[in-house]
């Protein structure tokens, strides 16, 4: 924590020396995206065993700039999950649109995601299928006129349809606050 804190400090003074505000004019492009590392334990009542999950992501992201408050949003990942009782891996494609609103320096900006989500489960082979949709809120601090730090939350949905291996449909709602990227725009 006292890292994170002294990371944000540090990019205070490079924020307000940014040459000006970033301009997104209609056929701007983006890039960015996120790489992450995650491990969490679970810790069940009695007779059940305790489980550790670890799972590692790549998640590159795209946007076309439609009109200077509006850009269409897609993005493919791949994600490895591994922990004592499971391992499997899921790819992803997603598309939306997120809106933007500047004020001062800073870009604030609230979408609406849709995506399929190809799961594989190594132990038995078996391929599902999962529909989500993810509504994505933070704002960009621009660090130059083209690269802005993408900071906020990301609120997850996902659910599927066919049984899942242990004989249960799956459903999850996940909630990501502190979400951080980077976005390069051309």
């Given amino acids: ?3 994170l804190i002294i990371f944000a400090l540090l990019l205070i003074p490079v924020t307000a020396h940014a040459q000006s505000a970033m301009i997104m004019n209609p056929g701007t492009m983006s890039a ?3 790489i992450s590392f995650q491990t969490h334990s679970m810790d069940y009542p009695a007779p059940t065993h305790d489980a550790t999950v670890k799972t590692v992501s790549f998640l590159p992201q795209f946007s076309y700039f ?3 408050y509006m850009a269409m949003v897609g993005s493919v990942g791949f994600e490895s999950i591994s922990g004592d009782t499971t391992e499997y891996s899921r790819f992803s494609m ?3 649109i997120r809106m933007y609103q500047p004020l001062a320096f800073l870009h604030f900006y609230l979408g609406i995601e849709g995506g399929l ?3 594989n489960y190594d132990a038995n082979d078996q ?3 999962d529909v989500g949709f993810s509504l994505p809120l933070g704002v ?3 660090l130059s006129r083209s690269v802005a730090l993408d900071v906020g939350a990301r609120f997850s949905k996902i659910w599927r349809d066919n ?3 242990a004989g249960m449909n799956y459903n999850s709602f996940i909630v990501q606050i502190g979400y951080l990227g980077v976005q390069a725009f051309f």
Avoid: A, E
Wanted: glycine share 16%; no cysteine; proline share 8%.
């Fill in 32 to 34: 960015g995206g996120v």
């Fill in 140 to 142: 960009l601090i621009p």
């Fill in 117 to 119: 989500y190809f799961t």
């Fill in 163 to 165: 049984d899942h291996p």
């Fill in 1 to 3: 924590m006292r890292h």
């Fill in 66 to 68: 439609m009109k200077s």
């Fill in 127 to 129: 391929d599902n299928i």
């Fill in 94 to 96: 997603s598309g939306g």
